[in-house]
């Protein structure tokens, strides 16, 4: 019964930003801590950022520190991720689940996954 749905993928050109938002559905997002992940073509899913359900503890892979942040709104119920000076590498399906901390691998106890929002960096 948990749904996640998430939104704000598109066409940006290099260096451009995006902010993706990750919405629940039939639960209190504040109950759980959000990951995002994403798929890029030929590539396996890797996770890209999270945030705890307090919202004060937040993890970013390698690749995107310094360039995306991570962050909540427990009152409207939604998780974002701002992405800053894009890259053509992360071009993906970026997706978000419910998970029960970011302290865990990637993974680890993952409840529900959204069914994703298409970003693409291309000139």
């Known amino acids: 019964q948990l749904q996640l749905v998430e939104s704000g993928g598109g066409l940006v050109q290099p260096g451009g930003s995006l902010r993706l938002s990750c919405a629940a559905s039939?639960?209190?997002?504040?109950?759980?801590?959000i990951g995002w992940f994403r798929q890029a073509p030929g590539k396996e899913r890797e996770g890209v950022s999270c945030?705890?359900?307090?919202?004060?503890?937040?993890k970013h892979a390698d690749s995107v520190k310094g360039r995306f942040t991570i962050s909540r709104d427990n009152a409207k119920n939604t998780v974002y991720l701002q992405m800053n000076s894009l890259k053509p590498e992360d071009t993906a399906v970026y997706y978000c689940?419910?998970?029960?901390?970011?302290?865990?691998?990637?993974?680890?106890?993952?409840?529900?996954w959204g069914q994703g929002t298409q970003v693409t960096v291309s000139s």
């Open positions: 689940a419910a998970k029960s901390a970011c302290f865990t691998s990637w993974y680890a106890d993952v409840r529900s």
């Open positions: 039939g639960f209190t997002l504040n109950n759980y801590a």
């Open positions: 945030i705890s359900s307090s919202g004060g503890v937040t």
